[in-house]
């Protein structure tokens, strides 16, 4: 405890990393705030319904990425699923269309570029998404809860939500930005703490109400959450390493022995990027739910505890696991490094070989890790076989969790690497604090 009490104190003493987390405190404490701030035109006292029907389900689930904002029909009601969601195309296209690739290799400038045209898809994706939320809004809420008709009502409550995720997308740039930590992601992950204390209550009401169980059957719901968490957090972390060494020197006069080091290939190199882009293409069924041509289907996949819901999330996972991966590590570029820095892995020839060697080293390491994942993903819907409540089943695996693993994990790294600078120890005793990141 005194350790940890003497770290806070050094990360308050770096003039830099103190105002960068004041920076983040205050614009997610303004991200919060706008989820509360109701869609001009509606009245606050009749969301009574609405909140019922976001309670659970793949509603539910929506609602707690956007921090009950969902559900509150917030000016921050869409959230940044669009975002996520416009990234995936885009990045899909730049394994697929020479000129995405073209600018991918261009640095900076081809960034800025594909940025940019995120933005526009993210608009296009937020101008189908917000009528089908007011369509929903209309189905469930009273007529006079409408203070505003009509066509009008929905052309200005369309540009209100588009205005809405547009902003949540500044304040994520200005997080990543001046901040600490990834804002898109810190972004979500205070969504999903948000509801965290309303879903535990929830849970505890349950407990107590039921005549079997009781607050035993609490205590082991908590030590299989607990046991839930270790794993994923030893999934985030695992790494196989691959040893490397390095030939003799002479620099000078002085000769230099042969090094023997490690490269540690991550088992889950994408992180949580996998989950939250096969959550978003999830949630695409809600688009096509008021069209009775495609209801059924939409129902069909949308169906939170269904079968073929779950397969298709399940290997969602799996297949953005490899790509993200594919994304991240280059052996190729790898290989090359080692090469000009004398470096070579035993037994293989430096060049194509080693590249070729680590691809297959990943290949095989990212399997187990991408089913893992999978695993991990579709466990909220067992915990909710078991009888655990539909909220605060969401923290037993799936998307919630990891984000609240993988998020607190790469801050406190970043974090972490500025202690280390300032020569301060870092949070673990080791100083060595693995996040999400690639290499």
Known sequence: MKKFIETIKNIFKIEELRKRIVYTILLLIVYRLGCFVVVPGIDPTQLAALEAQTSEGLMGLLNMFSGGAFGNASIFALGVMPYISASIVIQLLGMMIPYFQKLQREGESG????????RYLTIVILA?????YLTNLHSQLPAEAFLIKGFSFNLFATIVLIGGTMFIMWLGERITDRGIGNGISLIIMVGIIARLPYSFAAEIGTRLNQTTGGLLMLIVELVLLFFVFVATIALVQGVRKIPVQYAKRIVGNKQYGGVRQYIPLKINAAGVMPIIFAQALMLFPLIFASFDATRGLAATLGNYTGFWY??????????????????????????????????????????????????SIMSRITLPGSIFLAIVAIL??????????????????GTSLLILVGVVLDTLKQIESYL????????????????????
Do not use: C, W
Request: no cysteine; proline share 5%; glycine share 10%.
């Open 420 to 439: 280390l600078m300032r020569h301060y120890d870092g949070l673990m005793k080791t100083g060595r604090l693995k996040g999400r990141s690639g290499m």
């Open 111 to 118: 960034r800025r570029k594909m940025n940019q045209m995120t």
């Open 310 to 359: 779950n397969f298709i999330f399940a290997f969602l996972v799996v297949i953005f696991t490899y790509f993200y991966t594919a994304v991240t590590v280059n052996p190729t570029m790898m290989a090359e490094d080692m090469k000009k820095n004398g470096g070579f892995i035993p037994g293989i020839k430096p060049g194509k070989k080693t590249a070729e060697y680590l691809d």
């Open 380 to 397: 909220p819907v067992f915990a909710m076989k078991l009888g655990v409540n539909n909220q605060f089943a969401q923290f037993y695996g």
């Open 128 to 132: 189908l998404q917000g009528p089908a």
